[in-house]
């Protein structure tokens, strides 16, 4: 495709998106037509102040209402008259006002914690948990952070990532394992993000913990589909994590003292009560304990999460964060690695009119690694970084009808790869591989249009752009084709070189530019049930490169190009949702179809590591997933919970249509290596009494497909084994029981210092779930022989929290 032809197509879709935006805004003045007047402001916790996200703002006895969005703000409006409005959010007293809408108002809230309990499963009022009938907002879960610290988990250290596991249509690859999986997608899929910053590698210890410290978060939501349009840049989900403003009314401390590991947390006001700050650390001493045992290995990790904000006026605010986390592993005299992330985020909020808010970002994020082997004297570096710079704007055009719409664009700095010695005595010699860098930028504008009372939609497009930027070479292969298939040995080999292209620093390696529509609606079928319906499509343009089952710190980024093209995904969703029994049980039932184009697939025996041109190792395919997710809760009582269960497919094919093989395993679609046929869990919350509270998990999972050898023939005096075709067998299925007891001493809600021990036990029966099965032949006897590895047994732990 020439470049002239691809600028003309670039401004075609250009203008198509610039008529929709025109088309919407036609529409938000048409819907403004009739005379309303305006109530906005901000609902803050009257305790720490603390900005609540989610939050509902409605006029009593009609259908008019909204939701408060990521900074607490609100704004509705409604003809002259006389009203009631009505603030609620979970696990907070709800408060009625009456107002007289005669003319534009500013009101701020400050709402009451219901429970004074420390870390209490609310059990009174769970609105925002439940699920919302008439906004037309599909496959998405928003956790509340003190039911997450409710749930039983490994070494009592509390896990974000493994609580959101235990919702229908995410699996996780084994024990021991980093990231998560998201209806059939992969782990680079999605789009993981702390205060907007984005998040790289979600583990500590190799997967054993997450990255987040539960007591510097506030609020978690995972879009698994109907992603809206404000995000791109993944094809499978988007997890929104936001940290806590911190207490601007009092300081205060929190913390935990663990088997392996403990936390402390301070908060507190600034710049005379116009800001305040959070300073949250967690480490391990896991490393004492391995050296106490007399053992060479160690293992740790320690992170800081930071966060600060100043009320410049009543219209403009800025918030400042930041985090940083470290693992580290010796093993021996053998080889050392560490690995982490960095992130930073510089936010201003600005109030236009009491119907348009607004938020400019400005952040940083890093993820590296460092690989030392000791015995040869060389470390292995690698690194991705990023500055991505984001306008966001949403205006409140009336009742009917809002618009959200911004720009972003993001830079890249891949560093695949330094080899140094670490030695003058050293024989490895200085390696470096090339440097890639490249430039996403994205447009958005989205609506909220509520068309009758029963019937609301939510529609918008996204136009997505990537640059592949100059200042390296490009290998240039015979015939285009960096991967050949050799038909005499039947296997895929590397592509002639026929020489390269060098790229100034100022010209383009490759440009791509995508339209991303997203729609969804919600029809309310009556007071206790709706249907929802969705579509979206979403571009990824880079790539982690990995041929291992599961994410490893080592696994390589890069981006799209002359020869990787983005990924492109399409899903469809269909849901029915209930509220039983005055909303104290409610079922959320939902079907999805996605399909994933350009979808890297490995030859085998693939080498990624120290690759300068790791095209010669992978092939395009595509992928598809599909199924059905079942979420049953129990919203009120002293009992509360739900099970959750997924029905699934997940797929690849790589049908070879440009290196002349037969593509792999002969071109047929294979599972992927995170599809999950049967998904079950049950959590649930028992308020024994006011000391005493009682959870447990369960879990079970069909076992993670796999390639077994089915057969062996001997060459020159060596034993080679045969497989099967790629994935077609299954490791048993995983399952497990997890128990906790959580006991409050004291419960006086005037005790300054307030605290509790949390007795946990995980895999109660002791299952040892096989993370691999490897073959080999026995040193003496010769025989074909199995072993099996489990990384957990039965893991018992205690764990005492305290707030001061």
Known sequence: MNQSFKCK?????????????????????????????????????????????????????????????????????????NYTLTVSYVGYTDINKEVVLDQNQKIDFEITESSTQLDEVIIKSEETERVSLRKPEMSVSKLNIKTVKQMPVVLGEVDIIKSIQMLPGVTKNGEGTSGFHVRGGAADQN??????????????????????????????????????????????????????DGNNKKFGLTGGIGVISSRLAAEGPLFSDKGSFLVAGRGSYAHLLLKASGKKNTAGFYDLNLKTNYILNENNKLYLSGYYGRDTFNFGDSFATSYGNVSGNLRWNHIFNDKLFSNA????????????????????????????VKYDLKYYA??????????????????????????????????????????????????????????TVQYGVRYSAFSRLGGQAIANYRNNQPVVYNPTLGIYERGTEIGETNFK????????????????????????????????????????????????PLDVWTPSGKYIKPQLSDQYALGYFRNFKDKMFSLELEGYYKTTDNRIDYIDGSDLIGNNTIE?????????????????????????????YTLSKSE???????????????????????????????????QLNKKWTLS?????????????????????????????????????????????????PNNKPNRRWKGEWVFGIYNVYNQKNAASISFGQNAETGANEATRTAIFGIVPSVMYNFKF
Not at 661 to 677: E, F, K, L, M, S
């Open 616 to 644: 010669t190792e992978i092939l395009n395919g595509e992928s598809r997933a599909y199924g059905l997710e079942f979420l049953f809760r129990k919203n009120k009582g002293k009992f509360t919970g739900w099970l959750a």
């Open 361 to 388: 970002s400005f952040i940083y994020s890093k993820y590296d690694y460092d690989l030392e082997i000791l015995i040869e004297e060389f470390e292995w570096v690698s690194s991705i970084n990023n500055y991505n």
């Open 696 to 744: 447990a998990n369960t879990v079970f999972q069909t076992g993670r497909p796999v390639t077994y050898p089915n057969g062996q023939y001997e060459y020159e005096g060596l034993s080679i084994a045969s497989y099967s075709d790629r994935n077609s067998d299954r490791l048993p299925a995983y399952h497990r029981l997890d128990i906790s007891a959580t006991y409050r």
């Open 191 to 244: 789009l993981v993000l702390l205060d907007e910053a984005i998040i790289y590698n979600t583990s500590h210890l190799l997967g054993f913990f997450s990255v987040f410290n539960a007591d510097a978060i506030k609020d978690i939501k995972l879009y698994k589909g109907g992603i809206p349009a404000r995000f791109g840049g993944r094809t499978s989900s988007v997890l929104d994590v936001r940290q806590k």
């Open 505 to 552: 620093k100022s010209e383009t390696i490759e440009n791509f530019g995508n339209i991303e529509p997203r729609a969804s609606l919600a029809y309310q079928l009556n007071d206790k049930s709706s249907i929802k319906m969705g579509y979206s499509r979403a571009a990824q343009y880079i790539h982690l490169l990995s041929n291992t089952t599961a994410v490893t």
């Open 9 to 81: 197509h670039l401004k075609k879709r250009t203008r198509l998106l610039i008529l929709c935006c025109f088309s919407l805004l036609v529409m938000s003045s048409s819907v403004i037509a009739q005379e309303n007047h305006t109530i906005s402001g901000k609902i803050t916790d009257i305790k720490n102040g603390e900005t609540l996200f989610g939050a509902s703002v409605f006029f009593k006895g009609t259908s008019i209402g909204v939701i408060t969005n990521e900074y607490g703000f609100y704004s509705i409006s409604a003809p002259k008259g």
């Open 652 to 686: 690849q094919r790589t049908v070879d249509a440009n290196a002349g093989g037969p593509g792999i395993n002969n071109g047929d679609w294979y599972n992927t290596a995170y599809d999950r046929t049967h998904d079950v869990s049950l959590t649930g919350t028992y």
């Open 398 to 455: 009336s009742d009917k009808f809002k618009l959200d719409f911004g720009v972003s664009g993001i830079y890249y700095d891949f560093d695949p790869g330094r080899i140094k010695p670490t030695s003058n005595n050293s024989s490895i010699n200085p390696l470096a591989l090339d440097r890639k860098k490249a430039f996403e930028s994205g447009l958005y504008l989205n609506a909220e249009h509520k068309i009758t009372d029963k019937l």
